[in-house]
């Protein structure tokens, strides 16, 4: 493998995006004008410190010679890893406040580069975090606050799509590669990996896997699972790869202890993907219903008549007219078809049919469809809307405000939902009234399987003032708690890191967290890796 210089656009260490796209201090100091008239509270957007001002603690250890030429201890490299792109200490972020920073960034280039870090991590018992790009909810890669000292590995040099099968349609992939590189990188093949997180742009091919993350289709092949061919990784005991196979009844499967491991027993160098033409025939339509209850009888309809659409997603009253302007009584069921090599009118016409029969309202004219001639289906109208309003745009207007909104998602069976919708919505009222004083909440699927929806909660907490980050905590705690209690799980697709170990420590069986806990000893027996993750050490 050739030796790449470490040079990269800089991401922005407090909003989601670039530095080059974060908004200027007079653009924020206008937006808190802005709320301040809307909420009857005054509100000032703090001046944010560049990484270079920060005041850091001094690195605990000290990086060898021989590792110095892809190390480094600068402000901004350690800054950066030390929180998620988006964190419950979002606001310490924007104040400077970093008590804990990791002590060395870590850039290896080659197979041998890495494994030179590693082994010098766990000679000098320094713990290891492995880093995708950092845009983890659940404090995944943040440094553990026992440790004394740490060093993240950064993958971003290992970024190639280093071999594609177009018979088997598979492509072997490195693990650090943002989403947009992957995709640019088959496009002129002809292919498409076509997993897109709403993380999509500042995410890795390793993070997916780590992390199991859930992408672009809503039913179907859902989660990065699905498209895992192979594994590698190393682990500070050596080289961990699994045979190339479409499938194997071969034993448990070494893949799955892989695939969302949370960098606990190893670094994710590559894997082969299965990949898939890319799709040209499409259908797209945004159903209208009178009520939330007959919107999801519907989508569960539609996922247990087995059509797999791409898209089915529903949005509840709320956030159709947040999201999709709408009138706010409406719910929108939001279903699409795609093919690389067939017309997708007879799917479309099957859904629309049961969701009619379900009090589904749509005319003929706004089933949008594409037969290979590249007419817009999904870019227009409330689903258009809907599609604009999804994807993250940086953001950052509201940083340093104090303001309390994030997301919960998880997953239920179908006879459940209805009383496990009702409760949870219940928790999330108390605790936005108790932290708060109000709030709102609002609920939409985004994966939908014939047994069961996930549904994708979003909350906003009126400004009350005080330690915004310890606020954040207790909603999410509080309704976190109840999901786990009610039989749901603690995270369909955000992964488990520090933040849901409690309630994940109780949704999964003891006896498992014991054989996981023999299998790190196997790979990693001085418990370097992200200790605290999943298991303790």
Same mark, same amino acid.
């Given at each position: ?9 800089? =991401?922005?260490?407090?909003?989601? %995006? ?24 005054? #509100? ?22 021989? #590792?110095?030429? &892809? *190390? ?14 988006? *964190? #419950? ?17 870590? +850039?290896? =280039? ?101 992390? =199991?993350?859930? $992408? +672009? ?9 699905? &498209? ?9 005991? !050596?080289?961990?790869?699994?045979? /190339? ?20 027993? $190893? ?6 993907? /299965?990949? @898939? ?10 159903? %209208? &219903?009178?009520?939330?209850? %007959? ?5 569960? =309809? ?25 009138? $706010? ?17 007879? @799917? ?81 009222? /108390?605790?936005?009234?108790?932290? *708060? $004083? ?6 939409? &699927?985004? +994966? ?36 786990? /209690? ?10 488990? !890191? ?23 000893? %196997? ?15």
């Amino acid at each position: 493998m050739t030796v790449k210089p470490i040079d990269r656009r800089r =991401r922005s260490r407090w909003i989601f %995006a670039y530095e080059d796209e974060e908004p200027t201090h007079i653009e924020r100091v206008e937006h808190a004008a802005k709320l301040s008239a809307e909420l009857g509270v005054e #509100l000032t957007a703090p001046q944010i410190p560049t990484p270079e001002d920060l005041e850091l603690r001094p690195p605990r250890v000290k990086i060898p010679s021989e #590792l110095a030429s &892809f *190390c480094s201890t600068a402000n901004y490299e350690r800054a950066i890893h030390s929180y998620s792109s988006y *964190c #419950l200490n979002h606001e310490a972020a924007i104040r400077g406040d970093y008590p804990n920073p990791v002590d060395v960034v870590a +850039h290896p =280039r080659t197979d041998d580069e890495l494994e030179r870090v590693l082994t010098w991590a766990s000679d000098k018992n320094v713990v290891a975090i492995p880093y995708g790009a950092g845009s983890s909810v659940v404090d995944g890669i943040n440094p553990p606050s026992e440790a004394d000292a740490v060093v993240t590995i950064d993958m971003d040099q290992f970024d190639q799509v280093l071999e594609i099968d177009d018979i088997s349609r598979a492509a072997r992939i490195q693990a650090g590669v943002f989403g947009p590189h992957l995709e640019n990188q088959l496009r002129p093949h002809g292919f498409t990996l076509r997993h897109f997180p709403q993380s999509f742009a500042l995410s890795t091919l390793g993070g997916w896997i780590a992390t =199991r993350s859930g $992408g +672009h289709y809503a039913t179907n092949q859902t989660h990065i699972d699905d &498209f895992v061919e192979s594994t590698r990784m190393i682990t500070p005991n !050596g080289w961990w790869e699994s045979r /190339r196979l479409p499938g194997s009844g071969a034993g448990p499967s070494p893949d799955r202890l892989v695939i969302g491991s949370e960098g606990t027993l $190893g670094i994710i160098t590559e894997a082969w993907m /299965r990949i @898939q033409a890319r799709p040209s025939f499409r259908a797209t339509a945004g159903i %209208a &219903f009178d009520t939330w209850e %007959a919107g999801y009888e519907a989508t569960r =309809r539609i996922a247990q008549a087995k059509l797999w659409p791409a898209n089915l997603r529903i949005l509840d009253p709320q956030l159709a007219q947040s999201g999709a302007g709408l009138d $706010g009584t409406t719910t929108l069921l939001i279903v699409g078809f795609e093919s690389a090599e067939l017309s997708q009118r007879e @799917q479309m016409s099957a859904a629309v049919e049961i969701a009619r029969d379900s009090g589904g309202r749509i005319a003929d004219d706004e089933i949008l469809v594409d037969d290979g001639d590249g007419n817009p289906t999904g870019r227009v109208g409330a689903v258009g809307a809907w599609r604009d309003a999804f994807i993250p745009k940086g953001g950052g207007l509201a940083a340093g405000l104090g303001m309390v909104g994030a997301t919960i998602e998880t997953a239920i069976t179908w006879e459940r939902w209805p009383e496990f919708d009702y409760e949870v919505r219940s928790a999330f009222r /108390r605790v936005l009234d108790e932290e *708060c $004083g109000g709030g709102t909440v609002n609920c939409r &699927f985004t +994966h939908v399987y014939t047994d069961g929806p996930a549904p994708y909660y979003t909350y906003a907490g009126a400004y009350k003032g005080g330690d915004s980050d310890a606020q954040e905590r207790n909603i999410k705690r509080a309704v976190s708690d109840a999901v786990e /209690r009610l039989g749901g799980t603690i995270t369909h697709h955000h992964a488990v !890191g520090r933040l849901h170990r409690p309630q994940y420590d109780r949704q999964r069986p003891d006896l498992f967290a014991e054989s996981l806990r023999a299998a790190k000893q %196997a790979v990693d027996p001085k418990g370097i890796l992200n200790p605290g993750v999943l298991i303790d050490p």
